[in-house]
């Protein structure tokens, strides 16, 4: 992983197998982090930097949260039938 991205998160790593994390990796170091309300502006500003830079192995995901929206695009069309008319 990025040493930056690395150093960015080293203060919001928790434990493993615990159920309060925001973001993790599987590519090492492999970890769960939290980031919290307070912190997420300023984590996103300089993550956005880092990926500005064109910074290799920025290997983080977002932990999927259980609700979310679900957004689906439909397209009806009637079409003319014997049985309709």
């Not at 925001?22 to 500003?45: M, Q, R, V």
Request: with cysteine.
């Amino acid at each position: 992983m990025n040493a930056e991205l690395i150093d960015l998160l080293r203060q919001s790593k928790v434990s493993e197998g615990g159920s309060q994390y925001t973001h993790w990796t599987y590519y090492g170091p492999k970890g769960c982090y939290y980031i919290s309300a307070n912190d997420i502006e300023h984590f996103w500003l300089k993550y956005c930097s880092l990926v500005a830079s064109d910074a290799k192995r920025l290997c983080l995901a977002e932990r999927c949260k259980l609700k979310f929206a679900l957004i689906i695009q439909l397209t009806h069309r009637c079409l003319k039938h014997s049985l309709f008319l």
